[in-house]
């Protein structure tokens, strides 16, 4: 029996080091997956890593570190999860569940269940149902004992089909309707999306909590939800914005992430058609974090697979004010704005601008920067008309 503790769900997390990915990654990974256990209302208490050459077709890992686990659960009852940063086949999880008598999760789970937790329409809660049931599909097996049961005895003969065959049936009935639902309201959003007139749009892309909704609120002054956490928007929020009598049509959608699946892109086809149908991109990125570079390339590979990465890009690298560098007495002090511009990150991601939207440091930078783009695609589009 598990024992039931006050407040959040006790969990460990296991990653593994393998030919894809270095020590450095894991690190960040895991640290990465600490902050998406607490945004899912968990709490890591033990990490496990392991070197591997080859997956473990049974448990992804080895045997050897699976009763490691499995006796470190026995020694501290109070475990109720343990989660993987790899995505597990259905064996595999079927497999580590009996082995540690524990729910087992996989990165992908876990975002799952955030986003179950963060939708907050109608529209999006059906995206999530629809991820949801994809992914459990193919786990039913072992999910609940009485479904591995055939139905049997006198009536009961000949054809027939056991629990876990009705429950898929079942699924896949659900699955067709939720996508019906999402054509039915990917049709009403593209004609709203026609319906906007001829206004140019400018669509907030980038790594989560880089902080596009705080900057969603400051350009177009509206309330969309922005905290410290995952995936703290999950619906599409579009605003018209008015700079110097030019007007626009902002958007911000769902931020990307590492190991982001493609179903889970798929069932938020209609979210990002906003991105594939902008004429602008603002990809927002946290340069305070040690790893944006790579945030960077996850969205840019993103980008390439809803086949927008050709679009025109204002990159904006947020929270400067808390980017520190060495300086020659070894001290961490922060950079300046012409700091940044002479850095690296100006001569390689240009066009780029350099504010905090936090604390609004270079907000009128931004606002001309952007201002201009904007115009500059206003004249693409209507080559004889003065903007």
């Not at 986003?115 to 949801?132: C, G, I, M, P, S």
């Not at 007007?247 to 058609?273: C, H, N, Q, W, Y």
């Not at 590979?301 to 808390?322: S, W």
């Amino acid at each position: 029996m598990i024992e039931r503790v006050r407040g959040r769900e006790k969990a460990i997390l296991v990653g593994v080091c393998h030919k894809e990915q270095t020590k450095e990654q894991l690190k960040e990974y895991l640290d990465e997956l600490t902050m998406l256990c607490y945004t899912a209302g968990a709490e890591p208490v033990k990490i496990f890593t392991q070197n591997i050459h080859h997956k473990d077709p049974a448990f992804l890992i080895g045997s050897g570190k699976v009763q490691e686990i499995a006796k470190y659960i026995e020694e501290n009852k109070e475990i109720a999860l343990v989660i993987f940063d790899d995505e597990l086949s259905p064996s595999q999880q079927r497999n580590l569940e009996k082995e540690t008598k524990r729910k087992i999760l996989d990165r992908t789970g876990l975002i799952l269940d955030i986003f179950a937790d963060r939708a907050q329409t109608a529209y999006a809660k059906t995206q999530v149902e629809l991820a949801q049931y994809e992914y459990l599909l193919p786990r039913l097996t072992g999910m609940w004992t009485h479904l591995e049961k055939q139905r049997g005895g006198i009536g009961m003969r000949g054809p027939g089909e056991s629990e876990i065959e009705t429950d898929r049936r079942r699924i896949r009935k659900r699955i067709a309707l939720l996508k019906e639902r999402l054509v039915d309201v990917d049709r009403q959003m593209t004609t709203q999306r026609r319906n906007r007139g001829q206004l140019i749009r400018v669509s907030i892309v980038g790594y989560t909590n880089a902080g596009k909704s705080t900057l969603m609120n400051l350009v177009s002054h509206s309330d969309v939800l922005a905290e410290n956490a995952l995936f703290a928007t999950l619906d599409t929020t579009v605003r018209k914005v008015t700079f110097e009598n030019t007007a626009f049509l902002l958007s911000d959608t769902v931020g990307f992430i590492r190991k982001l699946p493609t179903f889970l892109i798929e069932a938020f086809k209609s979210t990002l058609d906003e991105v594939r149908e902008a004429d602008l991109l603002l990809h927002v990125v946290d340069v305070s974090h040690p790893s944006f570079e790579d945030h960077i390339q996850v969205v840019k590979q993103t980008l390439t697979e809803l086949k927008c990465i050709d679009k025109p890009m204002l990159t904006v690298f947020n929270k400067m004010d808390l980017y520190r560098i060495q300086n020659e007495e070894g001290e961490l002090v922060p950079l300046t704005i012409d700091g940044f511009k002479n850095s690296f990150i100006e001569k390689t991601h240009s066009p780029c601008v350099f504010i905090s939207a936090g604390t609004k440091n270079n907000i009128e930078e931004f606002r001309n920067t952007l201002l201009a783009e904007v115009k500059k695609q206003y004249s693409v589009r209507y080559p004889y008309m003065v903007v």
